[in-house]
């Protein structure tokens, strides 16, 4: 099963780049990008897509990061207070069980 997974994942990613050049061969016309506050120099459209797909995924992953980062936190906060009050119960069900002898 971990080789078709793995056999999987390389043909999605060879299935990606493919389509990436692809599309950059076929979006050859140099496009200047104007921010507002800056313009660049005109470049290919498909660098400009595919640097702006990619800028968004990293973002996106930076902001997923954080919000796992938050929650692995809550999530060990959590587990400790489970422990201490596992431990605290223990202690006081252990003198019940030995005044009921």
Known sequence: ??????????????????????????NKVPVPLDLLVY??????????????????????????????LRLRTSLASANRKLTKANTEMSKLRAPVSENAE
Do not use: D, E, H
């Open 39 to 68: 313009t660049f120099s005109p470049k290919s459209l498909a660098l400009w897509i595919l640097a702006s797909l990619a800028l968004g995924g990293l973002l996106g992953m930076l902001a997923s990061s954080a919000i796992v």
């Open 1 to 26: 099963m971990k080789t078709f997974r793995k056999l999987l994942t390389l043909v999605i990613v060879l299935a990606t780049i493919a389509v990436g050049v692809l599309f950059a061969l076929q």
